[in-house]
């Protein structure tokens, strides 16, 4: 077994699209348009389909349905980067919310942030080496 992809609610699918490739640097994979049952969908990652093993991120935009009420369970979406301090400050050129700026964890030594895309879900950046 392998995850194959998140789906996210989005209140604004072309938004969301800019905001995943444009800000966080993912490719857009594919879209698929249902008309007659009312969704539109894109599927964003870092790789170029999901026959490669990554990940994905699955944006469903309801016709008519601007927003959603954020969930209690919800956490986050994390993304590994190699480095985090930077990420932030391509994000942020990009016009991304940075809610969180890279530091170690509370407790621990890893580098860490938030960014929140403009649904208000968070996405945490881990630090990673390669």
């Known amino acids: 077994m392998r995850l194959l992809h998140t789906m996210l609610r989005v209140g604004d699918l072309q938004r969301s699209i800019d905001f995943y490739t444009k800000v966080l640097g993912m490719?857009?994979?594919?879209?698929?348009?249902?008309?007659?049952?009312?969704?539109?969908l894109a599927f964003v990652g870092f790789g170029r389909g999901n026959a490669e093993?990554?990940?994905e991120i699955?944006?469903?935009?309801n016709h008519?349905?601007?927003?959603?009420?954020?969930?209690?369970?919800?956490?986050?979406?994390a993304i590994a980067v190699?480095?985090?301090?930077?990420?932030?400050a391509k994000i942020k050129a990009a016009g991304?919310?940075?809610?969180?700026?890279?530091?170690?964890?509370k407790g621990g030594s890893t580098v860490i942030a938030f960014v929140t895309d403009p649904d208000g879900y968070k996405i945490e950046l881990?630090?990673?080496?390669?």
Do not use: F, W
């Open 27 to 40: 490719n857009l994979i594919r879209t698929t348009e249902r008309p007659d049952q009312k969704y539109s």
């Open 53 to 55: 093993g990554e990940a």
């Open 58 to 61: 699955e944006l469903t935009y």
């Open 64 to 77: 008519g349905v601007s927003g959603y009420e954020m969930g209690g369970a919800y956490g986050h979406i």
């Open 82 to 88: 190699p480095d985090a301090y930077a990420a932030c």
């Open 96 to 105: 991304g919310n940075v809610t969180r700026e890279a530091g170690p964890v």
């Open 126 to 130: 881990i630090q990673r080496e390669g």
